[in-house]
């Protein structure tokens, strides 16, 4: 069996099937998705269409244009890395540096989240309603996809704040499409702990542990991966609590560099309602270059320096 050790650097255009379009008529429950599927040199086609998958209706606002470049490192192709999120800026809380990082590396990203974090007290500023914050921080979030210039961004309409009240198989369906469609050899989310120890985040946290298992096997070999996006200190004087993972447990870690660090600064700044919160939280100042990952069920000493360190090229 071949192991893939290193990632090449992206050179020329793949296109992949992005689905079949259904008709509109179904009575199943309702899911609706903003899609910002962006091809990486392309721009958004706003032809909107309805794809019914499983016992959800899903509807989709975007769809790719043209191709997307890749990197021949497993199969042919690069390595496709998914983020799964629960809230609009949890992908620049941190995250962003890798992200930058793994799409300089020449990997795709793709990032789902799963609600539009309408539900953040930072409405009452505005004085708007859960609505009105869902529109303004889905917008921000087309920011931040062109900011850190993702291969493609899905926002769903989970409920924010509520997940723990949801069918877990309603969010799991949902992350288990998403995979299906993605075909990542890597998955991210949240560890356990959840970083902040937000119900959201720890649902996300089982849920897409859940999915992975289900799908993982002979029948979906290039789902390879579980990773989960951790920090090991707690900065000080922060006014949220953080939850931490050990050293000892830490799979994954490398450096960002002066340029994802660049690019992490200005995802961030895509949240201009958050303005307020990221400027308390010193956000800008508390990460550093380190990333830290944990890799589920897997055990590096020494860590890996890449998330795609170790997964079969075949796949």
Request: hydrophobic share 40%; proline share 6%; charged share 25%.
């Amino acid at each position: 069996m071949r192991v893939l050790r290193a990632c090449l650097p992206r050179h020329r255009n793949c296109a992949r099937n992005q689905g079949e379009q259904r008709s509109h008529a179904d009575p199943r429950p309702l899911l609706v998705i903003r899609d910002l599927r962006v091809a990486r040199f392309g721009v958004a086609s706003p032809a909107a269409h309805e794809n019914k998958r499983g016992n959800i209706l899903i509807i989709a606002g975007f769809s790719p244009a043209g191709t997307r470049a890749c990197s021949p490192t497993i199969g042919g192709e690069a390595v496709r890395i998914l983020y799964v999120f629960p809230h609009p800026d949890d992908e620049s809380f941190g995250p962003a540096r890798a992200i930058a990082a793994q799409l300089r590396a020449g990997h795709e990203i793709y990032l789902l989240t799963l609600t539009r974090g309408e539900a953040t007290s930072v409405r009452h500023k505005f004085g708007w309603t859960l609505e009105e914050m869902g529109v303004a921080r889905h917008r921000e979030m087309q920011e931040v996809r062109k900011t850190l210039e993702l291969t493609d961004l899905r926002v769903l309409s989970l409920p924010d704040g509520k997940l723990k009240e949801l069918d877990p198989w309603t969010i799991e369906q949902a992350v288990r499409e998403e995979i299906l469609r993605v075909k990542p050899h890597v998955v991210v989310t949240f560890p356990v702990h959840g970083i902040s120890g937000f119900h959201d985040h720890i649902i996300t946290h089982v849920t897409v542990t859940r999915a992975f298992l289900e799908l993982r096997g002979t029948e979906h070999p290039w789902l390879q991966r579980l990773a989960y996006f951790t920090v090991v200190t707690a900065p000080a004087d922060f006014p949220w609590h953080v939850n931490v993972t050990k050293p000892e447990e830490i799979d994954c870690t490398f450096d960002a560099s002066d340029a994802d660090m660049e690019r992490f600064h200005r995802a961030l700044d895509c949240y201009v309602t958050y303005a307020d919160v990221i400027a308390a939280t010193r956000i800008h100042e508390v990460f550093r270059k380190d990333v830290h990952f944990e890799i589920f069920r897997e055990n590096h000493k020494p860590p890996l320096a890449d998330l795609c360190d170790g997964l079969r090229a075949d796949a």
